[in-house]
T-cell receptor
């Protein structure tokens, strides 16, 4: 069965902390994505990766970085968390059919 | 880049009635248009999609129509049921890349 697993469903962090959001897919997909979801703003692309060690900026990369050392794992990093990064973060991988398959999401609160 | 607009942002219908959600896109190079449903607290899931070489696609109570000339596409849900209550997102993707551009979502409530 298809699976995209996000390591943490809920996180609470303090301003200035470094935050790691992990995402693992077991489908050998090349393309993986990180989105941010906010009410009224829909899904906004932060970064995506089309291969190991390859990454591309999305629409809102400021304040974020990513790491893809292995094909199955795509990590989103907040170097110094700020309150405006409080949000729902969704990881996705791209199936051969063209479907984006999403993880369950990580809800981050920055105090 | 692509700009996808989605309307309405909220929609309430009586059970059994039809619901229509509309999206427009700006880039004529977009050729794949999926619709995702997100139930409360769950991940978005693909419910139907359409490619630019097709004008309409149906799957039971759900249909999507595409007008390439006008650059708009719509989701139609007939005989709505309470379990159709969710947030629906449209998206567009270009053939040349794998970046998806999403609309801002429609919160559909089906009133029993």
């Amino acid at each position: 069965d298809v699976k995209v697993t996000q390591s943490s469903r809920y996180l609470v962090k303090r301003t200035g902390e470094k935050v790691f959001l992990e995402c693992v897919q077991d489908m050998d997909h090349e393309n993986m994505f990180w989105y941010r979801q906010d009410p009224g703003l829909g899904l906004r692309l932060i970064y995506f990766s089309y291969d190991v060690k390859m990454k591309e900026k999305g629409d809102i990369p400021e304040g974020y970085s990513v790491s893809r050392e292995k094909k199955e794992r795509f990590s989103l990093i907040l170097e110094s968390a700020s309150t405006n990064q409080t949000s729902m973060y969704l990881c996705a991988s791209l199936r051969e059919s063209g479907e984006l398959f999403f993880g369950e999401g990580s809800r981050l609160t920055v105090l | 880049g692509e700009n996808v607009e989605q309307h309405p942002s909220t929609l309430s219908v009586q059970e059994g009635d039809s619901a229509v959600i509309k999206c427009t896109y700006s880039d004529s190079a977009s050729n794949y248009f999926p619709w995702y449903k997100q139930e409360l607290g769950k991940r978005p899931q693909l419910i139907i999609d359409i490619r630019s070489n097709v004008g309409e696609k149906k799957d039971q109570r759900i249909a999507v129509t595409l007008n390439k000339t006008a650059k708009h596409f719509s989701l139609h849900i007939t005989e709505t049921q309470p379990e159709d209550s969710a947030v629906y997102f449209c998206a567009a993707r270009q053939n040349s890349g794998n970046q998806f551009y999403f609309g801002t979502g429609t919160s559909l409530t089906v009133i029993p």
